[in-house]
């Protein structure tokens, strides 16, 4: 028996087990499966492991993906350069877990990024501080491109949503959304942006997967921007993720 889950709150709108799940029965990988772990706290995730004995790896969700690190044996390069994992892998060693942390999410941001983008802008506008932002603005830096933080709260190198000024937004060739805004089932909201200023030569990429298109893409293709949603880079690194459980990175 294999198991393998995800972590996170909430974990409605996750598509992971779904994914999962269909593949096992593509490949007739009967004895594997795949479970979503809901926890209040990620100090559960210890209690967790002692009751889940098969658990041979699992993904990591909002809000956990900085908080997991206290309980890491052990961190991938990458993804102790971006501050933030995604994905993690189980071995038992005398019947202790060991955790070593990986990151999918930037690899796959990139690939996903690089099909769409087509010209490379001067600077992007990250909407949002959390987890996913990491890997956005590690992946942004290698690019050259000077990733411009937004938040609720004061952000060194960047702005508030409230002080956000037109030029900067209408300036960005790029505008990515890390938040959980207009994720299901709260699909009606939308990071607080002037949507007024953006127009037809920018790229909106919105991380979200479910729905397919948020608000946040539905107010930029209504200014005539393209639009990228999150799912060619969720099955990017679902397959990416895939491969660490199974030893194919070190």
Not at 53 to 61: K, P, R, S
Not at 163 to 187: E, Q
Request: proline fraction near 6%.
């Amino acid at each position: 028996m294999r198991l393998f889950g995800i972590i996170g709150t909430p974990l409605g709108h996750s598509f992971s087990q779904q994914y999962f799940t269909e593949k096992f029965t593509r490949e007739k990988l009967s004895d594997h499966s795949y479970r979503k772990f809901e926890l209040p706290s990620v100090d559960h995730l210890p209690a967790l492991l002692e009751r889940e004995e098969y658990l041979c790896g699992f993904n990591v969700t909002i809000p956990y993906k900085v908080q997991v690190f206290r309980y890491l044996d052990s961190i991938d390069p990458v993804a102790a350069a971006i501050g933030a994992v995604n994905t993690v892998r189980v071995t038992r060693e005398e019947g202790r877990a060991l955790l070593k942390g990986f990151n999918t999410d930037a690899p796959a941001f990139r690939e996903s990024l690089m099909h769409n983008l087509g010209r490379v802008p001067e600077y992007a506008l990250v909407l949002g501080t959390g987890g996913a932002s990491k890997s956005v603005t590690y992946i942004l830096r290698e690019l050259g491109i000077k990733a411009v933080p937004v938040s609720r709260n004061p952000v060194e190198g960047g702005y508030v949503y409230t002080d956000l000024p037109r030029d900067v937004i209408s300036g960005a060739g790029l505008l990515v959304n890390t938040t959980p805004a207009g994720m299901a089932p709260d699909t009606d909201v939308s990071p607080a942006i002037d949507y007024s200023a953006l127009h037809e030569a920018q790229l909106l990429f919105d991380l979200i997967y479910n729905p397919r298109v948020t608000q946040f893409l539905s107010r930029g293709a209504e200014r005539g921007c393209r639009t990228v949603n999150g799912e060619q880079m969720f099955q990017i690194q679902a397959e990416m993720a895939w491969g660490i459980w199974n030893g194919g990175v070190s």
